[in-house]
């Protein structure tokens, strides 16, 4: 089959969170298979565009509102990414170091749609599915199905997959004329609450809609900023998927990134050596549990608990832990982990920003890593953790729910450490349960050899997707 996959983001394209991971790897697998699986996305000034070479595939213009939108298609050369990739360039657009955060976004990833469209309907053959991704591809399908000048592609079948749904790309109706010229009598599909929702208008549109964990679509129908009562209405067509990782990039025996690599017979070793590059890197005691955060520093992943629950744990536990954050985000939250680092010398440090090889060194160098989320679709951060080892600390919520089960279970099958509410005690109280763990080598042993044989690879996943686009056919 042939699969078009439109997206904002791609590991190693441009990459701003888990959604950059997912589509980085489900073409590949989907390939492997067998499949002719394709990433479309926004061609942004990241390095990967100067590292690489491009063919100009296509050339087009269309009318945005008041606005003439030429666009150009460059496919890269080498196939190096395992999948056949197209970005979208529009000059002053586009072509900006950032994926997202500017002002313009609506023009921006509306001007992308337009040009994804605009582009297949002008391919002289049909893909077998266009998979969405998120808000930032969600006019896709109405487009598709509405505008007079693509109506040709109305019957190509569509899947959304909803990686975070607490964005949803909202619009006034005002630039209801940004869009080609469409079917008026069909603005329910794009509308929600009076605005026009492209998270909303893709549930509605396509054929079948996918969330990246079971348990998140669950959440959806009574915690979805608003969409409740469509996610209750559309339930029939839509499932859960797990989100899995990719081998060739997420392998401690492989890892260009960290100091040693290390497998399950040398985990031991090869997690102390790379918690020593750590420890002397950042002022930390090698012989203290490191307990670590990777990620966007925002409410949804319980980011402003940190600073509170960090120095809480430090001195109700007299300093029998260490932390390390790595993260950007939240101005204030940004701000107090970096003022809490000169009293804390010792037992905390933090870097702010993003660092692919960092975060490899963290997941590979930490005894535990903490994920107090107040929401989590999937989440790929715990799946990294358990494949290197790393004992996962999480909140029971949506994906974090389907992948972890609490080591404390009495049938003995689990591995990781959960907690219900995102609150600084929860939290604490769980870094308690981990330092315990920790002072019992032998267990925490058993934990990290249970984990490292966890099977979370893209294989299943990539069966149940294609499982979803036949049954389309
Ligand atoms: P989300 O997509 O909601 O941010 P996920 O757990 O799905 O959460 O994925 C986060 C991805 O982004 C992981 O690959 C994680 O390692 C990476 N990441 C997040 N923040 C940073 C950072 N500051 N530096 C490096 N990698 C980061
Ligand atoms: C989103 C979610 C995260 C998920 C990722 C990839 O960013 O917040 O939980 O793992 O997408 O699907």
Known sequence: MEIIHVSAECYPVAKAGGLGDVVGALPKYQNELGHLAKVVMPMYKTPFLYEHEFDVVHKGSFAMGHSWINYTIIKEKTNDLGFD????????????????????????????????????????????????????????????????????????????????????????????????????????????????????????????????????????????????????????????????????????????????????????????????????????????????????????????????????????????????????????????????????MGYYNSKIGYNEKLSHQMYAGADFLLMPSRVEPCGLNQLYALRYGTVPIVRSTGGLKDTVIDYGIPDGSGYGIRFNDATVGDITYSIHRAVQLYSQPKRLDEVRVKMMQIDNSWEISTGKYVDLYKSLQ
């Open 85 to 344: 990739l197209y970005l979208i360039d529009i000059n002053g657009l586009l072509d900006r170091q950032k994926v997202y955060g500017y002002d313009d976004d609506i023009e921006r990833f509306t001007s992308f749609q337009i040009a994804v469209v605009d582009w297949l309907s002008k391919w002289n053959h049909r893909p077998d599915v266009v998979h969405v991704h998120d808000h930032h591809a969600g006019l896709v399908p109405f487009m598709m199905q509405n505008c007079f000048a693509y109506k040709h592609l109305a019957t190509v079948p569509t899947v959304l997959t909803i990686h975070n749904a607490q964005y949803q790309g909202w619009m006034g109706w005002d630039k209801g004329s940004y869009l080609p010229a469409w079917d008026g009598n069909n603005w329910g599909k794009l509308d929600w609450k009076n605005n026009i929702n492209p998270l909303a208008s893709a549930v509605k549109c396509v054929l079948r809609v996918t969330t990246v964990s079971p348990s998140y679509l669950e959440e959806l129908r009574y915690n979805s900023n608003g969409l409740e009562a469509l996610f209750e209405y559309e339930k029939g067509k839509c499932s859960g998927i797990i989100n899995g990782i990719d081998d060739l990039v997420w392998n401690p025996e492989l890892d260009k990134y960290i100091a040693t690599q290390f497998g399950i017979d040398d985990v031991d070793e090869g997690k102390l050596s790379n918690k020593e590059v750590l420890c002397k890197e950042y002022g930390l005691d090698i012989n203290k549990p490191l307990i670590v955060f990777i990620g966007r520093l925002v409410d949804e992943k319980g980011a402003d608990l940190l600073p509170r629950a960090i120095s809480d744990a430090i001195y109700h536990m007299q300093g029998k832990m260490n932390f390390l954050v790595l993260g950007s985000g939240d101005f204030w939250v940004e701000r107090q982990l970096e003022d809490m680092k000169s009293g804390l």
